[in-house]
């Protein structure tokens, strides 16, 4: 059985969104970032961005630093590790279970196809 909690759900509701998936890309990619400079290079304002690496920060997957008056972003690999491992585990649960969804189509499928024997 699977375990939900809050932490995993956030998480989940944190990367479930395709801009907080591009900020943390970008982040990868460049290193620290300011708002603004990541706002520079997606489809959403730079007030928008902020509410979005604060949804990441909460699930502890991004940190901010400020210098002087800009708060520069960057991820925090050991966190994302985490995150990949939980996800991999969940994924790899739900290969299982369509598996066995698969089986049991086959297995019905098989059984109406077999001639009667009255």
Avoid: C, F, N
């Avoid at 375990?3 to 998480?11: A, I, P, V």
């Avoid at 901010?64 to 800009?70: F, K, N, S, V």
Wanted: overall charge negative; glycine content about 6%.
């Amino acid at each position: 059985m699977i375990r939900h909690d809050d932490e995993s759900d956030e998480l989940w509701a944190a990367v479930a969104d395709p801009i907080r998936r591009r900020l943390l890309d970008l982040l990868l990619t460049d290193g620290e970032a300011t708002a603004t400079t990541l706002a520079a290079g997606l489809p959403v304002t730079r007030q928008a961005v902020a509410k979005h690496l604060a949804v990441l920060e909460r699930v502890h997957l991004v940190e901010g630093r400020r210098h002087g008056r800009e708060v520069r972003y960057g991820v925090r690999p050991e966190r994302l590790d985490a995150a990949t491992r939980s996800m991999a585990l969940v994924a790899a649960r739900w290969d299982e279970r369509l598996a066995t969804i698969k089986q049991l189509a086959e297995d019905v499928s098989g059984e109406a196809g077999e001639p009667r024997g009255d």
